[in-house]
């Protein structure tokens, strides 16, 4: 790889890390939500929504396609996020 080559790969490298540095702070934004949602289940059984999910995936999908956006890409990233966070509630569930 050429020297110029590489300085421009280092700039886009740095510019992923400030990305992944905003999305860290989205993820602890979200999983507070989540646990303010985890507050109001009574059962466990409840942890698991999937009209909802079904609903959130056709929703990404078509903003995917609407801002030209892999919709593959997207829908593995959210359907990981959604199961990370559902084992998560399983995990932290208090029995009231």
Do not use: G, Q
């Not at 949602?37 to 995917?64: A, F, G, M, P, Q």
């Not at 801002?67 to 593959?72: A, E, F, L, R, V």
């Amino acid at each position: 790889m050429s020297p110029d080559k590489k300085k421009k790969l280092h700039k886009l490298r740095k510019k992923l890390d400030n990305l992944d540095n905003e999305l860290i702070k989205l993820v602890k934004f979200r999983t507070k939500i989540v646990n303010d949602v985890l507050k109001l289940k009574t059962y466990k059984n409840e942890i698991v929504d999937k009209k909802r999910i079904s609903k959130i995936l056709k929703n990404i999908k078509n903003k995917s396609i609407k801002n030209k956006i892999d919709p593959k890409i997207t829908n593995r990233i959210w359907k990981n996020m959604i199961y990370a966070y559902i084992s998560y509630e399983r995990r932290n569930f208090k029995k009231k």
